[in-house]
DNA sequence: AACAGCACCTGTAGGC
DNA sequence: TGCCTACAGGTGCTGT
């Protein structure tokens, strides 16, 4: 669920809450949501002292005193808590603890979240694409593709561009007006353009409200994200156009929805 | 290369 | 308060 914004959200978070405090123990509560090995997991953490936390597309990483570092994925349902609440309990995969007395507690109800130990920062998350938060960025990327395979795909795929998911995907392609089966390399120049300012926009803007909660997603604090009432298309299916009125449709596009507006986005035909 | 299909999991919503 | 199905913000693997 949590995508580049939401992320970007919990990270900020995380930063004032964890940085400096020191890992008493972790406790792992769920095996399979560590990549590798749960006991050295637990043993190069313990001890540690949390150096800085970064993201990159939707992985959050952390870096320990001693150079270890770690990521956290959390794929459809994962959320970092400080204290789970009695509904919360019920989920809680991993829980790490502080030497000050205080928690993080990594909540997955899917159990599809991954933490993952790194050789180091400098080798971690290999293959994603750049991170689309500045036009220059995404259009430099945009313009190298040759693929024929539907835009909406393209830009849901990781190794393109780092962080963007269903939601703002569909954002994206809305905000442009483009439809999401366009092929990534029938793209003329404005509407390429147009992407290219149009995407890094959406995801700041998702940034400034906190993310979108549609269900699961929560700050660490517990809050909900305040985009959700901005979204334009993602959800909006047989809902009236913000813009022109016609009906929101969503299709399925290489096995994703995909919801867009008939009229606003018809680069197809 | 690119796609479909399934796997990984649980919760919820809707139809009956 | 039952049963059954479809669907969900993500990714990775297999087979065609």
């Known amino acids: 669920m949590p995508e580049l914004p939401e992320v970007e959200t919990v990270v900020r978070e995380l930063r004032r809450r964890i940085v400096g405090k020191t890992i008493d123990r972790v406790r792992v509560h769920w095996e399979r949501s560590i990549h590798g090995r749960a006991d050295e997991f637990r043993r190069r953490l313990a001890n540690g002292t949390v150096r800085a936390v970064s993201?990159?597309?939707?992985?959050?990483?952390?870096?320990?005193?001693?150079?270890?570092?770690?990521?956290?994925?959390?794929?459809?349902?994962g959320r970092l808590v400080q204290e789970p609440n009695a509904a919360?309990?019920?989920?809680?995969?991993i829980e790490f603890r502080f030497r000050d007395g205080s928690a993080l507690h990594f909540v997955d109800a899917r159990k599809f979240g991954r933490l993952r130990l790194w050789p180091c920062k400098s080798q971690s998350c290999p293959g994603l694409g750049p991170e689309p938060l500045r036009a220059e960025m995404v259009r430099g990327t945009l313009q190298r593709l040759t693929t024929r395979r539907p835009l909406k795909t393209v830009l849901l795929d990781q190794t393109?561009?780092?962080?963007?998911g269903n939601i703002y995907a569909d954002e994206s392609l809305f905000a442009a007006g483009i439809h999401p089966l366009t092929p990534a390399c029938q793209l003329d120049d404005g509407r390429r353009e147009k992407l290219s300012r149009v995407l890094?926009?959406?995801?700041?803007?998702?940034?400034?409200?906190?993310?979108?909660?549609?269900?699961?997603?929560?700050?660490?604090?517990?809050?909900?994200?305040?985009?959700?009432?901005r979204l334009q298309a993602y959800g909006r299916t047989g809902q009236p156009c913000f813009v022109c009125g016609a009906t929101i449709e969503?299709?399925?596009?290489?096995?994703?929805s995909a919801h867009f507006c008939p009229?606003?986005?018809r680069s197809l035909k």
């Open 200 to 229: 890094p926009d959406v995801l700041r803007g998702a940034i400034q409200r906190n993310g979108t909660t549609l269900r699961d997603y929560r700050t660490v604090a517990g809050a909900r994200g305040e985009n959700r009432e």
């Open 88 to 93: 919360d309990k019920k989920h809680v995969r």
């Open 250 to 256: 969503k299709i399925r596009i290489s096995g994703r």
């Open 160 to 164: 393109v561009l780092a962080g963007v």
């Open 263 to 265: 009229h606003c986005q």
């Open 55 to 77: 993201r990159r597309g939707k992985f959050i990483g952390f870096e320990l005193q001693d150079g270890t570092f770690f990521t956290i994925h959390l794929r459809m349902t």
